[in-house]
């Protein structure tokens, strides 16, 4: 797509240099356009991209981000100018600050972080350790209390010696124990960064580079990303923020808004631009926002301008219905219209304020047969499928079932009705009944078996081919689905799992460590309390990534919906018990005093939920369509208040009419943005590929998970070791960094020993068959990019080597080898990065697999002719992967494949 001609503001943020950038960005305004011409522009005039970089709010606005810079710098510069952007960082602020800590603090790339469920299962785990029970009685009344009091203290950069017992204590000790597992919490990551940049060292060196530090989304980011931000805003650096104070919506994850409507006061020498021309949406849906826009207090002035032509019919409707369940009948009944009118399904959106939504719009959907987004960010529970697996882990232990909600009851499970549950959600053939009860019995009995190692995921593929998953068709949206969630409900399994059987190092014996529980009843008795008390209620993506190519609609919340648009969006159920929340701004009982927060901006109010209506709005291009019901059960309910200020000119009696819209061509392919490993994977079996990276089915839990990252990480170490003293280690050395370095997430005492000692056999030989590269090492974990047309292949190599073939700036690529696997994936991988080096200038002159398994290092062509055939080879992939070409590969690499239950052609 080639360049929109900018001009004015739009023009004048993309020239200005000289100082720190202000730039108010209306919704569909086109920022994204604006920040790529201008980082375009800096490249233009000699900067180096690794002097920039971006920050971005989801991985999803990065990969945005990333391709419109792309199409504008090949625009300018040429396609060659492509192979100079691997500097440049364009992600999150998360993923930015993970990578600093493992820049800076290598230890740190033993850790793992956790997201929200995850650290919910670890609390649980680790509640009697942390005495967690003191801050609110009852288990997870107290998680609950103590991550909302958590997340402000890490928002906040609170310190435990400013807090008051009992939450000091526990918080101390959940520090201490986070440490002792090697975890990171998102929250977690920024504090440390900071903590980090308070070294001068780490500081001036990361300034060293620095000069353009773009920030999205800036209303969104909470005083510890300020604190951050500030940090990296040296005296060389300038600062460019985009955002809309109209669109601040995190208030309750601790963003400040005074943030964007204070900057310029708070930094020096800004120069602020407006853009508030809508380019996204049609002038009615313009008009309705920008109008309630105005009655949101406190807000920077500006006005919202349409571009585009009127749709010829109504844009905006707002209409009513009795009951909920009618509503969500009438909105399907829509979407059925607007689809068979030429309307992709992908491009219709329902966006409600919370869960209590979701179950009647399912329900709708399901009868009128509209497939809803696999990877959805509703509750999963809220399908049938999961449901039914969750009351199965209760069952095995004899443990009540209850459903997600207030005042609901406990439900007994008997085998009978699970079966019939089963039966209902998977349309089972009589003939597979009787393997089901067989399958349900070994696994009741097992739960008692103390000498068996349980393996949740790996039950689950037992199940799931019992169940007949293999013969659903997946190319039918409905099935896939169903997929989804089934994808979803292996991820709760392995956020359990891989939290309960966590190691830690051994502190009565240094250099060991101790395992995690792993089998018997209480494992069993956990899960099922897990899944009643807490995972039932969640579950639903914060910032879901959707898959776009997937014909189906999304139906998600209005926080996750941030950032994405469609032609249709529906928001239903704006009744005043629903949106606004009846919840926004109760006064809590926090455990830290409100002296040291803004707690008001944490318990929300009236103008953070007039934001969210904003937003809800604005994701709307073509129709928009506003409903609520009037009637919960028998009860009249009263409508929202914004549901009042609406224009009733936009009113529409039922059945709503609903436009013609037809989904146009994309304007260009979307940059197809793959790791190596994706490449790879995709490569032995496109299919397999789907099934584990595009819908999310985990992988089983092995005690030797991480062994070849956790040698990685070793040889990393002894080559800084010998960078720094001018020497190899000699044997004691290696074993002291054995013991503080080989961490091994997943595995027991005697799994660790056993490789632990393959580790030291494998390290020792390196040492003594190649010390002489440990005097070479001229970078670890150097990054690489490979642009190829409308791709771009990402990876890590693992060390690079200088002085190659006696050349001062020859250098050569050296991939360590930890297991057995196919030989033409590590050539190729090497080729790959041999490429992208030349690219960017480097004078690769050589590439080796080092299997350190049998010490053994073989050389990889990396000539010009190898080089060009590897590409050859890169792009047949690359395509089969844009054409979404899923076809299975059936044969040896069948053997181990979890997901091999899903695939009728496996062998």
């Known amino acids: 797509m080639a360049a929109p001609v900018l001009e004015g503001q739009s023009l004048a943020a993309v020239q200005h240099r000289g100082s720190h950038v202000q730039i108010i960005a209306s919704a569909g305004s086109g920022k994204t356009e604006v920040v790529a011409q201008r980082v375009a522009a800096l490249l233009a005039e000699g900067t180096p991209a690794s002097s920039i970089v971006a920050f971005t709010f989801t991985e999803r606005a990065a990969a945005s981000l990333k391709q419109r810079v792309s199409e504008r710098v090949a625009e300018r510069l040429g396609p060659q100018a492509l192979d100079q952007l691997g500097g440049l960082y364009v992600g999150t602020i998360h993923a930015y600050c993970f990578r600093l800590l493992q820049t800076y603090v290598p230890r740190y790339e033993t850790f793992d972080v956790l997201d929200e469920n995850q650290l919910t299962a670890f609390l649980v785990r680790e509640a009697t350790r942390l005495d967690i029970k003191t801050i609110d009685g009852t288990l997870f009344k107290s998680i ?3 991550l909302d009091n958590l997340d402000v203290v890490e928002n906040e950069l609170l310190l435990p010696s400013q807090l008051d017992a009992p939450f000091r204590s526990v918080l101390e000790r959940y520090y201490a124990s986070l440490e002792k597992y090697r975890l990171l919490t998102y929250g977690q990551q920024i504090a440390r960064a900071v903590t980090e940049l308070d070294r001068p060292e780490v500081l001036q060196t990361v300034l060293a580079n620095l000069r353009h530090l773009i920030v999205d989304e800036y209303q969104d980011v909470n005083p510890a990303q300020e604190a951050l931000i500030q940090r990296l805003a040296g005296p060389d650096v300038n600062l460019v923020v985009v955002g809309d104070d109209d669109q601040a919506i995190y208030g309750w994850r601790g963003s400040d808004v005074g943030n964007i409507t204070s900057f310029a006061q708070r930094y020096p020498n800004v120069a602020t631009f407006s853009i508030t021309t809508n380019r996204r949406s049609r002038p009615t849906i313009v008009e309705s926002a920008d109008q309630f826009a105005q009655s949101i207090p406190g807000r920077l002035a500006k006005a919202m301008a349409p571009t585009r032509p009127t749709l010829g019919s109504a844009e905006v409707v707002k209409w009513h219905a009795e009951y909920e369940e009618e509503e969500a009948a009438e909105i ?3 979407i059925f219209y607007l689809h068979k009118n030429g309307l992709a399904y992908r491009d219709i959106a329902i966006l409600v304020r919370g869960r209590a939504s979701y179950p009647a719009l399912l329900t709708a959907l399901e009868d009128a047969r509209i497939p809803v987004q696999p990877a959805g960010r509703t509750g999963l529970f809220a399908r049938p ?7 199965t882990y209760c069952w095995l232990v004899d443990h009540d079932y209850r459903p997600a909600g207030f005042g609901v009851q406990s439900q007994v499970i008997t085998e009978d009705g699970l079966v019939a549950d089963y039966e209902a959600a998977f349309t089972l053939p009589s003939s597979a009944v009787g393997a089901l009860r067989r399958l349900l019995h070994e696994w009741k009995s097992a739960v008692h078996q103390q000498e068996r190692r349980v393996d949740l995921v790996r039950d689950f593929y037992q199940l799931v081919d019992v169940l007949g998953c293999k013969h659903w068709d997946h190319d039918d949206m409905h099935a896939v689905t169903r997929l989804g969630t089934l994808a979803r409900f292996t991820t709760l399994l392995a956020d359990y799992e891989s939290v309960r059987r966590r190691a830690r190092p051994d502190d009565a014996t240094p250099g060991e460590q101790v395992g995690g529980q792993d089998r018997g009843l209480w494992y069993y008795k956990n899960l099922a309390i897990h899944i009643t008390n807490y995972a039932n209620g969640a579950y639903e993506g914060f910032d879901g990534e959707p898959d776009i190519n997937t014909d189906a609609v999304d139906l998600t919340t209005v926080h996750s919906a941030k950032g994405l648009e469609w032609p249709a969006v529906f928001v239903p159920s704006l009744t005043k018990s629903r949106f606004p929340s009846s919840r926004t701004g109760r006064p809590q009982p926090w455990l830290i005093d409100r002296t040291l927060f803004d707690a008001d901006r944490y318990e929300g109010s009236d103008a953070d939920e007039r934001r969210l209506f904003y937003v809800a709005m604005t994701r709307a291009r073509d129709w928009l369509s506003l409903s609520r019901h009037e009637r919960v059960t028998k009860n009249r309910v009263r409508s929202s208040p914004y549901w009042d200020e609406i224009p009733n000119h936009l009113v529409m009696t039922l059945p709503i009419s609903v436009p013609t819209l037809t989904s146009s061509a994309a304007d260009g392919e979307a940059l197809l943005q793959v790791t190596f ?15 584990r990276n595009v819908l999310g089915f985990q992988p089983t839990l092995a005690p030797e998970l991480g062994y070849g990252k956790a040698v990685h990480h070793v040889m990393r170490t002894i080559a800084e070791h010998t960078k720094k003293t001018g020497a190899a280690p000699d044997t004691a050395t290696v074993e002291q960094i054995l013991d503080d370095e ?3 997430p997943a595995a027991n005492k005697p799994a660790h020993r056993l490789m632990k000692g393959a580790a030291r056999r494998l390290v020792n030989r390196y040492i003594a068959d190649h010390e002489s590269d440990l005097q ?20 890590r190599a693992d060390v690079i080597l200088d002085q190659e073939g006696g050349v001062t700036t020859g250098l050569a690529i050296v991939d360590y080898k930890t297991s057995t696997g196919e030989e033409g994936i590590y050539d190729l991988q090497l080729q790959v990065y041999a490429d992208a080096g030349r690219r960017e200038g480097l004078d690769v002159r050589g590439a ?3 299997d350190l398994k049998r010490g053994a290092r073989e050389p990889v062509d990396v000539g010009s002719s190898a080089i060009t055939t590897a590409e050859t080879k890169v792009n047949e992939v690359l395509h089969g992967m844009r054409q979404r070409q899923y076809a299975p590969k059936p044969g040896t690499p069948c053997r181990s494949c979890d997901v091999k239950v899903l695939c009728k052609s496996a062998v």
């Open 144 to 146: 609950r209390t103590f």
């Open 332 to 334: 399907a009944e829509a």
């Open 385 to 391: 499928e999961a449901e039914v697996l969750g009351k």
């Open 677 to 691: 490993s994706e490449l790879a994977a995709y490569d032995v079996c496109g299919l397999a590929y789907r099934l």
């Open 742 to 744: 080989l961490f091994l």
């Open 776 to 795: 070479r090492v001229w970078m670890t974990e150097r990054p690489f990019e490979l642009h190829l047309g409308d791709a771009v292949v990402s990876g």
């Open 848 to 850: 080796y697999v080092h």
